[in-house]
């Protein structure tokens, strides 16, 4: 049963660079897409971007300019950068895989997300 | 890039049917089977429910279904239980490169 873990700063101040990981047990990460989607709070999902396991990435074009998704087969993990983040950053950050090989983003494995504050 | 629309609120009373609607454009909805449905239950992650319009991942009760006509997708779901109340979103392929999400419903089971 693969499961995903977010890691990464809870509070970052504004203008800087927010990174997370997320971690992938009980399976490999060489296959599958692999999503950010964040949610602001008392808002809707937003998604972020998605990575193959291959490198391949695509991104929220309203957020394009500022995002980074990279993946380490090495240590089955992939990771998100945000720069230049301000307060509208705020928000639960979560990391998903997709259903199947070809499910075209339907991300059926969630992590249980994680908290990230944009505050001086 | 803009959302999908979405009703903000449905309810329905125990044993009653509801349908939520997900609007898109042909970019989107209407233009491929990918659109998918998301369970979220209160400081939970979100729950896939259905894939691929009509799709249920195993384990999902079956009283949840999808459909789809033009660039409108819909969730049905059947008997309703105090359980199913959740916010709930679509999703779409958009333009073959990108994913979109709906603003989010939440059900109300009075």
């Known amino acids: 049963q693969v499961q995903l873990q977010e890691s990464g700063p809870g509070l970052v101040k504004p203008s800087e660079t927010l990174s997370l990981t997320c971690t992938v047990s009980g399976g490999s990460i060489s296959s599958y897409y692999w999503s950010w989607i964040r949610q602001p709070p008392g808002k809707g999902l937003e998604w972020i971007g998605y990575?193959?396991?291959?490198?391949?990435?695509h991104y929220n074009p309203s957020l394009k300019s500022r995002v980074t998704i990279s993946v380490d087969t090495s240590k089955n993990q992939f990771s998100l950068r945000l720069s230049s983040v301000t307060a509208a950053d705020t928000a639960v950050y979560y990391c998903?895989?997709?259903?199947?090989?070809?499910?075209?983003?339907?991300?059926?494995?969630w992590g249980q997300g994680t908290t990230v504050t944009v505050s001086s | 890039q803009s959302a999908l629309t979405q009703p903000a609120s449905v309810s329905g009373s125990p044993g009653q049917s509801i349908t939520i609607s997900c609007t898109g454009t042909?970019?989107?909805?209407?233009?491929?089977?990918?659109v998918s449905w998301y369970q979220q239950l209160p400081g939970k992650a979100p729950k896939l429910m259905i894939y691929?319009?009509?799709n249920r991942p195993s384990g999902v009760s079956s009283r949840f279904s999808g459909s789809k006509s033009g660039n409108t997708a819909s969730l049905t779901i059947s008997g309703l239980q105090t359980e199913d109340e959740a916010d709930y979103y679509c999703s779409s392929y958009r333009s073959s490169t990108t994913v979109v999400f709906g603003g989010g419903t939440k059900l109300a089971v009075l």
């Open positions: 998903a895989r997709d259903l199947g090989l070809d499910t075209y983003h339907a991300m059926g494995v």
């Open positions: 990575i193959y396991y291959t490198g391949s990435t």
């Open positions: 691929d319009v009509s």
């Open positions: 042909s970019s989107d909805v209407g233009g491929n089977n990918h």
